[in-house]
């Protein structure tokens, strides 16, 4: 029998790290209809450079498309509007034709400018007086305008807009150039504490190559960006005049779909970068000169702590010395997951003393630019099933530190956690997680949470839902809480409190002299 049509659906276009996604939701958010296509054409033209093509990301958007009007193209009456979410911090350059001028240089990648703009010498006396000037010539040789005024100056003089990838998809679906707010995550001119683009006076404008007219205009959540045109209709099938709705990266994209709409609500991403975040209307910075980012409800701030590689780590940890766990997975004709799940259960809580710090890159001010990562504890009982299951504990203790550091600043205590991303889908992962927190730890209903949280801007956007408390309260749920395990959280407690918080302050100078003696991280 065919089920009736839903009334109302909304279009999510979630390009992530790994993939890019259509999603279909209703306004209950039930996921109607799903496509994905996976991207495995990255480029790397030097060690630690990471890019790709501009092109290749609308194309594989626009595939997605296709293939999800394949199997469900007769829901496309019930259409309202499309937002997009994608990965933070990915830029690409395009010329006064709309065509990019070089490959999307990826979040990931680590290429740095060497010489960059010279700020105003009363700014560099104030960041000295502050003791942030060295954050300030790591922004400045982390921005990308800036590396590309070096080192391709004939290209940057042809570029006339500077878009971010959401900007890009939203200028390929409405032939605009215009971003939401909600997506301004990178290394440009944009004052977190406003929401908009940084004044005149700034002095972002002096430490970075850019000019004001070549950023796209910014409108807030929940606009309208524009309607889909008839090329963009051609290319993906979404029907041509569809409003385009602004929506927020996708990790404030991923708070909202997991329901995390007030500070006594912790978000956790175990992603590729793990974070722990809370949405809050009043800015404040869980780290010194660290702005929390826009979050996916206007008006309102994500404060974050990242641990940058996060569950990257579990896949290094698959690559290198999970091969007979997979090898098994694909004989017995089940996911690998499981297997690593029934790993981790054979190891007792703490690892028998297995403690890792999850420091795989470093950061910007804490952990420090030198920090790297650490296993103590070693004996010969351990396997790698300790290390698996302590990696997890210690991306679990370094959250938990960030934990701490918000509630500090935002004098509000988290009562409760929801947890995204692929992490989310291990039961070990989520009892661990609940344990060290000690807090009830709960799985939204969907794993599409970055999607969700698109369609929740789009529903409220369009005004099918009054408003985001109502909309959040009708398409969000928790399918599973993982409450603490008394004895766990005890024995957890003292080897955080005890050990992992004084890991990285005893490191830090062996940290240092490494750095000294291997030139690795490089820093200059």
Same mark, same amino acid.
């Given at each position: 029998? !065919?089920?009736?049509?839903?009334?109302?659906?909304?279009?999510?276009?979630?390009? =992530?790290?790994?993939?890019?996604?259509?999603?279909?939701?209703?306004? @209950?958010?039930?996921?109607?209809?799903?496509?994905?296509?996976?991207?495995?054409?990255?480029?790397?033209?030097?060690?630690?450079?990471?890019?790709?093509? &501009?092109?290749?990301?609308?194309?594989?958007?626009?595939?997605?498309?296709?293939?999800?009007?394949?199997?469900?193209? $007769?829901?496309?009456? #019930?259409?309202?509007?499309?937002?997009?979410?994608?990965?933070?911090?990915?830029?690409?350059?395009?010329?006064?034709?709309?065509?990019?001028?070089?490959? #999307?240089?990826?979040?990931?990648?680590?290429?740095?400018?060497?010489?960059?703009?010279?700020?105003?010498?009363?700014?560099?006396?104030?960041?000295?007086?502050?003791? +942030?000037?060295?954050?300030?010539?790591?922004? @400045?040789?982390?921005?990308?305008?800036?590396?590309?005024?070096?080192?391709?100056?004939?290209?940057?003089?042809?570029?006339?807009?500077?878009?971010?990838?959401?900007?890009?998809?939203?200028?390929?679906?409405?032939?605009?150039?215009?971003?939401? +707010?909600?997506?301004?995550?990178?290394?440009?001119?944009?004052?977190?504490?406003?929401?908009?683009?940084?004044?005149?006076?700034?002095?972002?404008?002096?430490?970075?190559?850019?000019?004001?007219?070549?950023?796209?205009?910014?409108?807030?959540?929940?606009?309208?960006?524009?309607? +889909?045109?008839?090329?963009?209709?051609?290319?993906? =099938?979404?029907?041509?005049?569809?409003?385009?709705?602004?929506?927020?990266?996708?990790?404030?994209?991923?708070?909202?779909?997991?329901? &995390?709409?007030? /500070?006594?609500?912790?978000?956790?991403? *175990?992603?590729?970068?793990?974070?722990?975040?809370? !949405?809050?209307?009043?800015?404040?910075?869980?780290?010194?000169?660290?702005?929390?980012?826009?979050?996916?409800?206007?008006?309102?701030?994500?404060?974050?702590?990242?641990?940058?590689?996060? *569950?990257?780590?579990?896949?290094?940890?698959?690559?290198?010395?999970? @091969?007979?766990?997979?090898?098994?997975?694909?004989?017995?004709?089940?996911?690998?997951?499981?297997?690593?799940?029934?790993?981790?259960?054979?190891?007792? /809580?703490?690892?028998? =003393?297995?403690?890792?710090? /999850?420091?795989?890159?470093?950061?910007?001010?804490? /952990?420090?630019?030198?920090?790297?990562?650490?296993?103590?504890?070693? =004996?010969?009982?351990? !396997?790698?099933?300790?290390?698996?299951?302590?990696?997890?504990?210690?991306?679990?203790? &370094?959250?938990?530190?960030?934990?701490?550091?918000?509630?500090?600043?935002?004098?509000?205590?988290?009562?409760?956690?929801?947890?995204?991303?692929?992490?989310?889908?291990?039961?070990?992962?989520?009892?661990? !997680?609940?344990?060290?927190?000690?807090?009830?730890?709960?799985?939204?209903?969907?794993?599409?949470?970055?999607?969700?949280? &698109?369609?929740?801007?789009?529903? %409220?956007?369009?005004?099918? $839902?009054?408003?985001?408390?109502?909309?959040? #309260?009708?398409?969000?749920?928790?399918?599973?809480?993982?409450?603490?395990?008394? %004895?766990?959280?005890?024995?957890?407690?003292?080897?955080?409190?005890?050990? *992992?918080?004084?890991?990285?302050?005893?490191?830090?100078?062996?940290?240092?002299?490494?750095?000294?003696?291997?030139?690795?991280?490089?820093?200059?």
């Amino acid at each position: 029998m !065919t089920m009736p049509a839903p009334d109302d659906l909304l279009l999510s276009l979630d390009c =992530g790290t790994q993939s890019v996604r259509a999603l279909l939701f209703d306004l @209950q958010g039930a996921l109607v209809g799903k496509a994905q296509v996976h991207f495995d054409d990255y480029r790397a033209p030097q060690p630690g450079w990471l890019e790709h093509d &501009a092109e290749g990301f609308w194309a594989a958007t626009a595939q997605a498309c296709r293939q999800l009007w394949a199997s469900y193209g $007769h829901l496309k009456p #019930a259409l309202r509007g499309v937002a997009v979410t994608t990965q933070r911090g990915t830029v690409i350059p395009i010329d006064a034709e709309g065509k990019a001028l070089h490959p #999307a240089l990826i979040w990931l990648d680590q290429r740095k400018a060497q010489r960059v703009p010279t700020v105003a010498p009363w700014w560099r006396a104030a960041f000295k007086a502050a003791g +942030v000037a060295d954050t300030i010539r790591y922004f @400045q040789r982390e921005a990308e305008a800036n590396w590309f005024a070096e080192c391709e100056p004939a290209l940057w003089a042809k570029t006339r807009k500077f878009l971010l990838l959401s900007g890009w998809l939203n200028f390929r679906l409405t032939g605009r150039h215009v971003d939401s +707010v909600g997506a301004q995550v990178g290394y440009l001119p944009f004052d977190f504490k406003r929401l908009a683009w940084a004044r005149s006076l700034d002095w972002k404008w002096q430490a970075l190559a850019l000019a004001p007219d070549v950023l796209p205009e910014l409108l807030p959540v929940g606009a309208t960006l524009g309607q +889909v045109t008839r090329a963009a209709a051609a290319d993906t =099938g979404i029907p041509e005049g569809l409003p385009v709705i602004a929506a927020a990266a996708d990790k404030a994209c991923e708070i909202l779909g997991a329901g &995390a709409l007030t /500070p006594e609500v912790g978000a956790l991403s *175990y992603g590729t970068t793990a974070t722990v975040n809370v !949405t809050t209307r009043r800015y404040f910075e869980a780290l010194p000169w660290v702005p929390p980012y826009p979050a996916a409800v206007p008006g309102q701030y994500s404060s974050e702590v990242q641990i940058f590689r996060g *569950y990257w780590m579990v896949r290094w940890f698959k690559e290198q010395f999970g @091969q007979a766990e997979q090898l098994a997975a694909e004989q017995a004709g089940i996911v690998p997951e499981s297997l690593f799940d029934e790993m981790v259960a054979t190891v007792p /809580p703490g690892s028998m =003393g297995l403690m890792l710090q /999850p420091f795989w890159s470093p950061g910007i001010r804490h /952990p420090g630019p030198d920090a790297k990562g650490a296993v103590i504890g070693f =004996g010969d009982v351990h !396997t790698k099933a300790h290390l698996y299951r302590a990696i997890l504990e210690g991306l679990a203790y &370094a959250l938990r530190d960030g934990r701490e550091r918000i509630e500090k600043k935002s004098g509000v205590a988290m009562r409760e956690l929801r947890v995204s991303g692929g992490g989310s889908q291990s039961d070990a992962a989520m009892q661990l !997680t609940a344990d060290i927190f000690n807090l009830p730890t709960s799985r939204p209903h969907t794993y599409e949470t970055s999607g969700l949280g &698109a369609a929740i801007d789009c529903a %409220v956007g369009l005004g099918l $839902h009054r408003d985001f408390d109502s909309a959040v #309260a009708a398409m969000t749920r928790v399918a599973r809480t993982f409450e603490p395990i008394h %004895v766990n959280a005890t024995l957890y407690e003292a080897l955080y409190t005890r050990v *992992y918080r004084h890991m990285y302050e005893r490191l830090a100078p062996l940290y240092a002299e490494i750095q000294r003696i291997t030139g690795y991280p490089k820093l200059d």
